[in-house]
């Protein structure tokens, strides 16, 4: 496991102090690599929480150019990089607050082309893209290649948030074998909803890495933020799913699985 250096004590001091977090959990975090996708008001924000938190290397993925009414929650950017691409603006901004967090920027959106190095280079996912197109290729290339996602999505004042382990919980396409339709301009949105589940995510994946506490296996916690209401639902794998099911293409032997959930260990 790697160490940390004098400047990193001091800097994750006080969540080191946390009831079983210790030097251990931080060392796990300084070891992992994670990739966030859609890098926009929920994924830049998350993104933003790994760094502070100490992850070690972040992978950033989108493409596209930031656009004005991207400002009113895309908290790593500022305004004189409208009309630029935004992953390096994230990189820049990340890398200034945290130089020891490791930031690789992907100009791109998630293709079949570049979906299976993305999740090959990376101990965990962060499913944070505009689209369903984008989502489903994250979550069949980390179901293929047994890499947990932490899967969350908002619009307008509502939002979900689950964590997927590969032959253990649902996938996405269990949860959700019929696409609703998305319009990436026509969504309304509120910086302070997609930060509420920003933070929520990246909570989810510090869990995940260092063992923290129980993250949301099997569990689709919603929220409407209008009302302030969170329902934890149960959720199940659909034994007939085309990606995860029986009879999909990749099956996992029981050393798999445990392999698959063993990313606190590493």
């Not at 690599?33 to 008001?41: A, E, L, Q």
């Not at 992850?55 to 630029?84: A, E």
């Not at 190095?117 to 369903?132: G, I, K, P, R, T």
């Not at 989502?135 to 996602?149: G, H, I, Q, S, T």
Request: charged letters at 25%; proline letters at 5%; aromatic letters at 6%.
């Amino acid at each position: 496991m790697v160490d940390l250096t004098p400047t990193e004590l001091e800097r994750y001091r006080r969540q080191m102090m946390l009831p079983n977090f210790g030097e251990t959990a931080q060392k796990r975090l300084k070891s992992a690599t994670v990739v966030v996708t859609g890098v926009g008001g929920l994924g830049g924000t998350a993104a933003l929480y790994l760094a502070v938190a100490g992850v070690g290397r972040l992978i950033l993925v989108r493409g596209g150019d930031l656009r004005l009414d991207d400002m009113n929650r895309q908290i790593l950017m500022t305004h004189d990089w409208v009309d630029k691409p935004r992953v390096f603006k994230a990189q820049e901004t990340l890398q200034a607050i945290n130089p020891d967090v490791q930031v690789e920027a992907v100009h791109e959106y998630v293709t079949p082309e570049n979906v299976d190095s993305l999740v090959q280079s990376a101990d965990m996912a962060l499913d944070c893209a505009h689209n369903f197109t984008e989502r489903d290729l994250l979550n069949e290339a980390c179901v293929r290649w047994r890499k947990p996602m932490v899967e969350a999505a908002m619009d307008g004042m509502e939002a979900y948030l689950t964590t997927i382990i590969p032959g253990v919980t649902p996938c996405l396409s269990c949860l959700f074998p019929e696409k609703p339709d998305w319009d990436r301009r026509g969504f309304s949105v509120l910086g302070a909803v997609s930060g509420t589940l920003a933070c929520l995510s990246a909570l989810e994946a510090i869990k995940l890495i260092t063992g923290l506490s129980q993250p949301l296996l099997s569990q689709l916690l919603t929220m409407d933020l209008t009302r302030m209401e969170f329902v934890k639902r149960r959720s199940h794998r659909d034994r007939d799913c085309p990606v995860c099911g029986n009879s999909a293409p990749w099956r996992y032997s029981q050393s798999q699985v445990m392999e698959t959930t063993s990313v606190a260990n590493k």
